[in-house]
């Protein structure tokens, strides 16, 4: 594993630090692997883990009813950072979410105590949280106007594309049940949109895959 220095120096507002400040983030950071399923909370009076920083793997952001039923938020791949997990530092985030490691995964954590001190004295990293903030929120707002108006089939359609796209194969080893918490529905809806999408001939159903088999047809929907 590369050293801890050259992880640090990814961070967006590490070049806004002064040396002192960088000594400091360098003392109270650490990498961490998270195996695939494993579930970090945030929020709602959680324990707080401080900023992280993608550094390999993928990690889903959702909501969780009282009821069991899942929202997906959004989703953390390598590259970037979040500051839900902090919300310690930041009043203003008083809704709980929590954190499922979708792949194995390494993270940078800066702990929430160094964290919260350079957002208090640093204004680089006060806005970085702040626009960072503001650009979560922009996307949990995109993700619920899709929940609110628009159609299963088309939020399946667009999962499956983008999936297509970001693995290069026109199979999808996926299962209804993960599908489902991808364009939040739920199960037995996503069956039955397959089951009419491979009626159409859109997609071939095989035991934990889905092979698309017209992507403009899906295009078009």
């Not at 507002?13 to 961490?32: C, I, M, S, T």
């Not at 899942?70 to 203003?92: K, N, Y």
């Not at 693995?167 to 529905?185: C, D, K, M, Y």
Request: glycine share 6%; net charge neutral.
């Amino acid at each position: 594993m590369e050293n801890i220095q050259t992880y640090l120096s990814r961070l967006p507002y590490w070049g806004d630090l002064n040396e002192a400040e960088r000594k400091a983030v360098a003392q109270h950071a650490v990498v961490r692997h998270y195996a695939k399923g494993s579930i970090l909370h945030s929020g709602g009076g959680n324990a707080c883990l401080g900023m992280i920083y993608v550094l390999h793997g993928r990690l889903r952001t959702y909501l969780l009813s009282e009821e069991g039923r899942e929202i997906t938020l959004f989703r953390l791949e390598a590259g970037d950072p979040c500051v839900l997990s902090a919300a310690c530092v930041v009043s203003q985030l008083t809704f709980d979410t929590q954190m499922e490691v979708e792949t194995d995964c390494d993270l940078l954590i800066v702990g929430a105590a160094v964290f919260k001190k350079l957002t208090e004295e640093n204004i680089y990293v006060r806005c970085f949280l702040y626009e960072l903030a503001t650009a979560r929120f922009s996307t949990v707002m995109w993700t619920m106007q899709q929940i609110l108006f628009e159609k299963v089939d088309r939020r399946l359609a667009a999962y499956l594309l983008a999936e297509s796209e970001k693995t290069g194969s026109l199979e999808l080893h996926v299962t209804h049940e993960e599908i489902a918490r991808q364009i939040n529905s739920a199960r037995e809806v996503v069956a039955r949109m397959l089951k009419r999408f491979s009626a159409d001939g859109l997609v071939e159903l095989r035991r934990g895959a889905v092979r698309l088999t017209n992507v403009p047809a899906l295009r078009e929907i």
